[in-house]
């Protein structure tokens, strides 16, 4: 199992500490590191510094949101870093949710996400292989475009520059069983919100067709401290926020999700305190158990311990967002 630094994204401001632990984390060993974006930073600058300041840890872009960008501008984006950084780029894509695609970006969120995913995983392809000019009849992304207010006078066109890798290889943020299953089948890796190593049998029918190179990587706060408790709060605050702001009540995938891991009327509860704009009393509704089979926190033989169940399973890379540089020395040292 490999070791991933990731970053997340920023909030009121970049945070000076992210390329130290970007490079404490190379010089460890890790080999990945991962940025995001919200409705603030983007991830593609911050990875992008990341890699001026670095030499062989591979970028990812966990994640980047598909209505940020058309998938031609995507694969613009991945190409050239990818040069820049000498073939180290990993797209990471995720469709985010109503709320974000249509209150942020000001597009419509895709009646069929499926199909829309689909399409935007196909022109990206298209780009990166250069080996004719970009077509796709699609619903969603289709090129050239044939709208009814369009010119009538686009043309398909292959990118000036050639792409470094034709193979860069591409991972989708994936949350139901349907569009797991489909990651799996038009992608190189899947990048779990939250992962439970000690219920991966719900993955066991999705991820059944994968191959043996497929990257399954999920995010894990972890924290070498002496009390788990002082490592659980920032996931409760995390779980919070997402399960209770970011969807609407009847459309949250975040919720719905932690639903099918069996905390339904848990995590009912979070979004109506959330609602009412109780957001502290929100974040200690989360269930202590949930918030810690998807971490690593407490003192070292604890996560010793918790770490072999996540070795044990399907996962390819633990993409660690942790807080500072003993947390990564000492899983370093776990995971050697």
Wanted: with cysteine; hydrophobic share 45%; charged share 20%.
């Amino acid at each position: 199992m490999r070791l991933g630094l990731a970053l997340g994204y920023w909030g009121r401001g970049p945070d000076p500490g992210h390329v130290g632990l970007a490079q404490e984390a190379e010089r460890l060993g890790y080999d990945s590191v991962w940025t995001a974006e919200a409705w603030g930073s983007d991830a593609f600058t911050p990875l992008t510094w990341i890699a001026a300041h670095t030499s062989r840890i591979r970028l990812g872009t966990g994640i980047a949101q598909m209505a940020a960008r058309s998938p031609a501008a995507t694969a613009m984006q991945a190409l050239t870093l990818d040069h820049l950084s000498g073939g180290r780029m990993l797209l990471g894509l995720g469709l985010s949710g109503p709320q974000v695609v249509e209150g942020w970006y000001g597009r419509p969120f895709p009646s069929s996400p499926l199909t829309a995913t689909r399409e935007y995983v196909d022109v990206i392809r298209q780009v990166l292989r250069r080996e004719a000019p970009v077509r796709l009849d699609g619903r969603f992304h289709a090129l050239p475009y044939a709208g009814p207010d369009g010119t009538g006078l686009g043309r398909p066109l292959k990118p000036i520059t050639h792409p470094l890798r034709a193979a860069l290889p591409v991972l989708l943020g994936a949350e139901g069983p349907r569009n797991i299953a489909q990651t799996v089948r038009i992608a190189d890796g899947w990048l779990p919100l939250y992962w439970s190593p000690f219920r991966t049998d719900a993955y066991d029918a999705p991820l059944a067709d994968a191959s043996k190179d497929f990257m399954v990587a999920p995010l894990v706060r972890a924290q070498v401290c002496a009390d788990p408790a002082d490592g659980l709060l920032p996931v409760k605050a995390m779980l919070g926020f997402y399960i209770g702001g970011m969807g609407a009540r009847g459309r949250n995938f975040h919720a719905e999700l932690m639903g099918r891991m069996g905390y339904e009327e848990e995590a009912g509860r979070i979004q109506r305190l959330f609602a009412e704009g109780r957001r502290e009393e929100a974040v200690h509704a989360v269930p202590n158990a949930f918030a810690d089979e998807i971490s690593l926190v407490g003192p070292r033989e604890r996560i010793a311990d918790r770490l072999a169940a996540w070795r044990s399973g399907p996962v390819t890379d633990l993409l660690v967002t942790a807080p500072d540089r003993e947390t990564l020395r000492v899983l370093a040292e776990l995971n050697a």
